[in-house]
């Protein structure tokens, strides 16, 4: 029944363009520079942002061990606690998490894609 941070982590970063990078004093999983997941000290926690729907639909499904995540009055996603989260439930809501941000992240250049500086134009040269 419960998930270890690094099955997470292999899951998070197998999905496309996903990186994993610092966010103040948590770890974060991004796609294309938007957060997805973060990673508060201590490993047995996560954070998955999602949707309104999918997010209370999961919290509604699995109170147990998932909890909202507060921003200021706003909720923004759940907490899951690893220790005693389903595996596959993490894993789900992780990958729907990347699909939300996906859709709202801008497509890199191509030039960044292979790992180059994007071109300036000769205007701004």
């Not at 770890?27 to 294309?32: D, E, P």
């Not at 690893?82 to 890199?108: C, D, G, M, N």
């Amino acid at each position: 029944m419960a998930v270890k941070l690094e099955d997470a982590r292999k899951f998070a970063l197998a999905l496309p363009d996903t990186t994993e990078e610092q966010h103040h004093n948590f770890g974060s999983f991004r796609v294309r520079g938007k957060i997805f997941v973060t990673i508060p000290p201590g490993g047995e926690l996560l954070h998955i942002f999602l949707p309104e729907q999918q997010r209370e639909l999961a919290l509604a499904m699995d109170p147990e061990f998932l909890e909202p995540v507060h921003w200021g009055n706003k909720v923004l996603g759940v907490r899951a606690r690893l220790p005693i989260a389903s595996k596959a439930t993490v894993l789900s809501l992780i990958e729907q998490a990347y699909a939300f941000k996906f859709e709202k992240a801008p497509p890199r250049s191509r030039s960044s894609r292979l790992g180059q500086p994007a071109r300036r134009s000769k205007s701004a040269a």
